[in-house]
Structure formats: structure tokens, C-alpha cells
């Protein structure tokens, strides 16, 4: 067993007053390197995503915190239907709901299989949540002005997706993929020996889901900001002019972007000149249901063999359902 | 599991980054600069973070120096047990921080606008055909009043609050915008060396939800024009529309008459208005 003690932290602030001495001896000769373009474009971005994904983080965790003080076990369970196909449609109408961001999803998700809920509805809620919402039909609506068949097949195709991924989670996983950090049992013992009582047991409560949540999330910021910063959108879509290509360069984008659920219709339909509408769904569906921020958050809930399964389910059910949807539009 | 020291430790730190987190947000609506990073609409809820955010620093603190240490128990959620472990996880935490504290808050510009692509025409428009003002479909139908509005201007004036709507109502009606005079300011934004075309245009970001989803729209600058102003600068434009091929496409020019510098406006970013006419309205004197 390890301890962490506060003398054992001195040598790390010797490491970091050197660091910070020997920086501020050395930056104002080099401030020229931090005043570029590209700097301010990644700090911009960076900050505009962590800012955007905040307040819904702390709601979720709060939310996910509130649930665990005062909602007793198996509550939830009670309500949600016993068998499968009620589930799914009652775990895709929970988004609407709760239209809470992809990133508020995962604590709350967290907490409601604690307290009970099957897994395939989880999965359906949290892939359907962020897109099967009033918010980002509106949304869709407002940015394909002249082309609305794309916001209902939006809706329509996540749904399908989700209900199709949901049945097949239930039929194939058998075991909880949940990691081992969230035990089932023992763990739910009354917290009223905290000192300012139950509200002070979900305030930190929410802090611990804020930092478990925040680390996945700060990297997911970092690595889209680097994206944005450096990567040239428009060179890139060369590789999309191929019927195919356009469909896989649309969902990597996608998922390299993060954007929020809300805005992304916007954002896909300055491609529309250039990518098949097809394509477009492609983007719009698979983006709030996998992006970096999320996967990484996925990653932290469920082991690394079923977290890789779930990506792979749901790149394949995006590109099947928008390839189809296709010859529709 | 960790012992109850270093879980106070911990805490401690935790409560410290927590209040820190909620600084840099009072900060930044002190500075009214919470607009560099995400919409006005986005921005009401950030304001009120560092209401929960302060609460919970002050319960871990509360827990770090009066909890009683049997209740100190890191069951559920595991800290992390190394040094190592530990610093990388905070300096991650401090790493915004940092990065927000230090470096000057500052909109984006040309850079940016070159990596994601300018965009010319706001959302899918086929280029109006009629005769008049007539909207093809009730979505529409916003566009084709706005328009009708603009055209009875002797010049086109182009209203930050309404910028992406006006354009788009431009470009919807491209055709009968021909020879009308426009009077537009922006962000001078020049088409990056090696592109095989040297043009500027006149742009700025549309927002929707922050900075990450900010798309450069923009109308193109005639190629003949003399500019000696550097990228970046913000610029007042008068002059006539023209349509004209534009890669393939038929696309808005402006044949600058005045270009002129002008003040960096308070707010640098444009948001969507739901009801562009009833905007514009408002907008009259």
C-alpha cells in the first residue's frame, strides 16, 4: 500500500520551480513563438469546447450524484419495461427527455446501471440521446432550410441505429462490460457520516465524477483542438471523391471534430455542394453517437473489449443505414 | 485504497482546482470575453457554473480539514495511489488553467478561416430562379422576405446581428442582386498562398455553439482590387455585387469601390437569428 503524503510532493515542486525559472528566464526572448496563428486558434478552440461541454458535465454529474443519494436501489428498474422492445423505444424516448449533451450522458448512464438499468437501454439511451431531441431537431431544421427530408431522415436513421444496436447488445452480451471501478454491491452504504450531511455527501460526489470525467474529457479537447488547428479541411476532401470515400472521409471527420449535437447540422451543410447528402447523414449521425471526447469516455465505462465492439457496431450500422438512406433521399 | 491523509490531501488539491476553475470563469464574464468562446446562448449557463463549482470545492474542503476519518473513504471512486499518477492527473487539470490565465483572449482569425475553408454561400441555396421574390418551399420563406426588404435599399446595408441570413438571402437571389450596391464589414480574409488563386474576401465566423463548430463565411473581394491592408484587419466595404464563376460555381463578388479600416467591433463572432425579418425590422431607425 502507498501512501501519499504531503512531504513527498516537495520533490515535485523543486522539479516544477526549476521549470518555472528557467521558463520565464527563456520566454521573453522566445514570445514571438507563442504569438503565432496557431496558438490562438488552439487555445480558442481548446478553451470553446472544455466552456461549451462544462455546465453539462456538472449537470450530469450532479444529476448522476442526486440519483445515487436519494433515489434508492432498483427504483429505476421497476420502470423500465421487462422486456426488450419496450425498453429500447422507452430507453430512445428517455432523450427526449433529458436533452442532455453526449458529454453530460456518461456519469448519469453510470449511475442508472448502478441503480438497475439493463445494459442494451442504456447503450440505446445514451446513443439516442443527444440526437432524438427537440434541441437538435430544430437545430437540423434551421441549417437544412431547403432540404428538411435531411433532418427527419436524421432523426429517423439514429433511431434505427440505436434500436438496431440495442437488440443486438441484448441478444450477444451476456456478462456486465462495465469496468471494475463501479462495483454492484457494498458500495452504496448511507454517506450521512460526511460532515454537512447529505448535501455535502452529493457535492462530492459530483467533484469525484467531475474529475473521473474531466481528465477523459480535457483530452478529448486537447486532441480535437490540435485537429482543428492544424488539420486543412479542404485539402482533405479530396480523398472524399470517390461515391465510398465520401462516407468513410465524412465520418472520420466526424468523429475528429467533437462537435456538439446541436451545431453539427450547420457545419454539414457547408459540404452540401460537395458530398452526396448521404454522406452528410453519415456525419450527422455517427458524430454525437462517437466522437474523441466520447470514445474516450466510453472507454472509462466499459472494458476495452466491449468498448472496441460497441465503435465497431455503430460505424457499421451508421454506414449501412446512411448508404441506404441514400437511395431514399 | 489510500489512507486517510492523503485522501485530505487530495481534497485539498481538488477544492483548489474546483475554485480555480470557477475564477477563471468570473474572470472571463468580468472581461466580457466569455464571447471569444461560445455563443450568447451557451454563455447564460457557463455563467452559473461557478455556483456548483465553488459549493463542491467548499464540501471538499470541509471534508479535508473537519471530516472525521473513518468517513474519508475512497471506495467508488478510486484516487489515484501514485505520485506520478497523481501529477499527471492534476497537471491535466491545470492545464486550461494555464493556458486561459496566460495567453491573451483572442478571436479567430484569417488562420483559422484558411484551415476550416471560407464558405461563400449559407446553407444549401439552389440560386433562386423567379422573376420575384418567391420562396420555392416555406423554408424559404424567411429568405425570400428578407430579400424583397433588401432590394428596395439604395445600398444593402449588412447587419451584424443578420449577417449569415442577409447573405444567404443574397445568394439565394443571386441573379437579381446584379449591380446592386452593398456596403459589408469584416475580418479581411486573403485565400492562402499556393491555392493556385490569390483572391480576398471580406468574412467572419458564424457561431453556433463555440468556437469549435465556427464556420468562416465570407463574400469575395473582385481579384482587380489594390488592398495593402494586412490579413486580419477589419474593414468596411462598399461596392456592387456581381455573380460570377467562381470554381465552377455561381458565386456573389463584391467590385470594391472603398475599402476602408475600421474599428475592431466589440463583439467579433456572428450568431443565427431564428427570425431574420422580424430582426431586420427591428433594425430599422
Not at chain 1, 40 to 49: H, P, Q, S, V, Y
Not at chain 2, 154 to 159: R, S
Not at chain 2, 171 to 186: D, P
Amino acid at each position: 500500500m502507498t501512501t501519499f503524503t504531503p512531504f513527498k510532493i516537495l520533490p515535485l515542486l523543486f522539479s516544477a520551480a526549476f521549470l518555472l525559472t528557467a521558463g520565464s528566464l527563456w520566454l521573453p526572448g522566445h514570445l514571438s513563438l507563442l504569438d503565432n496563428g496557431y496558438v490562438d486558434t488552439f487555445k480558442t478552440a481548446f478553451l470553446g469546447i472544455l466552456l461549451e461541454a462544462l455546465p453539462f458535465v456538472l449537470l450530469g454529474a450532479l444529476l448522476s450524484s442526486l440519483l445515487r443519494v436519494f433515489v434508492p436501489d432498483e427504483l429505476i428498474s421497476r420502470w423500465i419495461p421487462r422486456r426488450a422492445v419496450p425498453a429500447i423505444l422507452f430507453g430512445c424516448l428517455l432523450g427526449i427527455l433529458f436533452p442532455v449533451c453526449e458529454c453530460g450522458m456518461i456519469p448519469l448512464v453510470r449511475r442508472l446501471m448502478h441503480k438497475g438499468m439493463p445494459l442494451y437501454v442504456a447503450i440505446v439511451f445514451i446513443l439516442s440521446g443527444p440526437i432524438l431531441n427537440p434541441v437538435v431537431y430544430g437545430a437540423t431544421l434551421t441549417a437544412f432550410r431547403s432540404h428538411p427530408e435531411l433532418a427527419y431522415t436524421r432523426m429517423g436513421l439514429a433511431f434505427a441505429v440505436a434500436a438496431c444496436i440495442g437488440l443486438i447488445i441484448y441478444g450477444t452480451v451476456r456478462r456486465s462490460p462495465l469496468r471494475l471501478s463501479i462495483r454492484r454491491e457494498g458500495s452504496e452504504e448511507p454517506h450521512g457520516t460526511l460532515r454537512g450531511g447529505r448535501a455535502a455527501a452529493v457535492l462530492v460526489h459530483t467533484s469525484d465524477e467531475f474529475f473521473e470525467m474531466g481528465k477523459f474529457l480535457i483530452i478529448g479537447c486537447l486532441l480535437t483542438a490540435g485537429i482543428q488547428t492544424f488539420m486543412n479541411q479542404s485539402s482533405l476532401s479530396a480523398i472524399g471523391d470517390r461515391p465510398l470515400g465520401s462516407y468513410v472521409f465524412m465520418m472520420g471527420l466526424a468523429f475528429a471534430l467533437s462537435l456538439c449535437s446541436t451545431s453539427d447540422a450547420f457545419v454539414a451543410s457547408t459540404f452540401l455542394h460537395t458530398f452526396p447528402s448521404g454522406a452528410l447523414l453519415a456525419f450527422m449521425v455517427l458524430g454525437p453517437m462517437l466522437d474523441f471526447k466520447n470514445a474516450l469516455m466510453l472507454l472509462s465505462l466499459f472494458k476495452t473489449r466491449f468498448a472496441l465492439y460497441l465503435f465497431f457496431l455503430i460505424a457499421a450500422a451508421v454506414f449501412t443505414g446512411s448508404v441506404l438512406a441514400s437511395f431514399w433521399l | 485504497m489510500n489512507s486517510s491523509g492523503s485522501i485530505r490531501f487530495h481534497y485539498v488539491l481538488r477544492a483548489v482546482i474546483l475554485l480555480a476553475f470557477a475564477l477563471y470563469i468570473g474572470h472571463l464574464v468580468q472581461q466580457d470575453a466569455l464571447h471569444y468562446y461560445v455563443a450568447p446562448k451557451l454563455a447564460r449557463w457557463i455563467r452559473l457554473c461557478p455556483v456548483p463549482l465553488s459549493l463542491m470545492a467548499l464540501s471538499l474542503g470541509l471534508q479535508a480539514v473537519l471530516g472525521r476519518s473513518s468517513a474519508l473513504c475512497d471506495c467508488e471512486h478510486r484516487l489515484p495511489r501514485s505520485l506520478l499518477g497523481s501529477s499527471a492527473l492534476y497537471s491535466l487539470f491545470l492545464l486550461p488553467l494555464l493556458l486561459g490565465f496566460l495567453l491573451p483572449d483572442r478571436a479567430l482569425g484569417s488562420a483559422a478561416a484558411a484551415k476550416k475553408g471560407l464558405a461563400l454561400s449559407y446553407t444549401a441555396v439552389e440560386s433562386g430562379t423567379g422573376a420575384s421574390f418567391t420562396a420555392a418551399n416555406p423554408y424559404e420563406a424567411e429568405f425570400a422576405e428578407l430579400a424583397g426588404q433588401l432590394y428596395r435599399q439604395p445600398v444593402i446595408p449588412v447587419f451584424p446581428e443578420i449577417f449569415s441570413e442577409t447573405l444567404g438571402a443574397l445568394n439565394l437571389y443571386k441573379s437579381q442582386f446584379e449591380g446592386k450596391e452593398i456596403s459589408v464589414s469584416g475580418f479581411l480574409y486573403r485565400e492562402p498562398q499556393g491555392a493556385g488563386r490569390s483572391g480576398y474576401a471580406v468574412s467572419r465566423f458564424l457561431v453556433q455553439c463555440c468556437t469549435a463548430d465556427a464556420t468562416p463565411f465570407g463574400i469575395l473581394l473582385a481579384p482587380g482590387a489594390q488592398i495593402s491592408l494586412p490579413a486580419d484587419t477589419w474593414i468596411e466595404v462598399r461596392g456592387k455585387l456581381h455573380v460570377t464563376l467562381h470554381e465552377g460555381v455561381e458565386t456573389l463578388q463584391i467590385a470594391p469601390q472603398s475599402i476602408t479600416a475600421v474599428a475592431a467591433p466589440s463583439t467579433p463572432y456572428v450568431y443565427t437569428n431564428a427570425d431574420a425579418a422580424a430582426a431586420w425590422k427591428e433594425l430599422q431607425p
